[in-house]
């Protein structure tokens, strides 16, 4: 297992951006994958988007592709979700989760066995 904490959330007006990172503890993070999940009120998880242990392929929810990127640093054992052009939409409690298994691309939840607390977005109009 991992331990993981999101930080870098916090209130955007709409068309703003936000950088929220993940630390996480340890010295095997670099053979996680890892994702990004959020979660509005009164709605389920939702995938973001997921990147793989080298960072060589990323993946995206539709929602988000070309506004929102996903990235790692391995030597600092943290994990980065640049959202640009943010949207009232957007809202949500944003979730980092790691994955030391085969599947980490499907959007699946069940594919990550490790998550954060999360950390608060929230976009207004």
């Known amino acids: 297992q991992v331990q993981l904490v999101e930080s870098g959330g916090g209130l955007v007006q709409a068309g703003g951006s936000l950088r929220l990172s993940c630390a996480a503890s340890?010295?095997?993070?670099?053979?996680?994958?890892m994702g990004w999940f959020r979660q509005a009120p009164g709605k389920e998880r939702e995938f973001v988007a997921a990147i793989s242990w080298s960072g060589s392929r990323t993946y995206y929810a539709d929602s988000v592709k070309g506004r929102f990127t996903i990235s790692r640093d391995n030597a600092k054992n943290t994990v980065y979700l640049q959202m640009n052009s943010l949207k009232p939409e957007d809202t949500a409690v944003y979730y980092c989760a790691a994955s030391a298994g085969i599947h980490y691309s499907r959007g699946l939840s069940t594919d990550f066995g490790s998550w954060g607390q999360g950390t608060q977005v929230t976009v207004s109009s």
């Open positions: 340890g010295r095997t993070f670099s053979s996680y994958a």
